[in-house]
């Protein structure tokens, strides 16, 4: 399986932020995986910061783990500075 990183920093922020979100909930990515219609392991290497993910992934993703999309952009994506 291939374990590269994505070398995107945004993305990685991303990904950080929401594997946080998922160990506080405790949730499994068996669980992640079907509240976001994601494959089992294309959720993992989203997490892992292996895959980069568009806005509806993002979107996917927040709305499984019970994160206010705006918000959690807001907090987590650098805006180009």
């Not at 399986?1 to 993305?11: A, Q, V």
């Not at 950080?16 to 294309?42: H, I, N, P, Y």
């Amino acid at each position: 399986m291939d374990t590269e990183k994505t070398g995107d920093p945004d993305n990685a922020v991303l990904a950080a932020a929401l594997a946080a979100q998922k160990e506080d909930l405790g949730m499994s990515f068996e669980t992640l995986a079907e509240r976001t219609g994601l494959g089992l392991r294309t959720v993992k290497r989203y997490i892992h910061d292996e895959r980069v993910m568009n806005i509806a992934t993002v979107r996917k993703m927040t709305a499984a783990l019970e994160l206010p999309f705006g918000k959690f952009m807001r907090d987590h994506v650098t805006g180009g500075e």
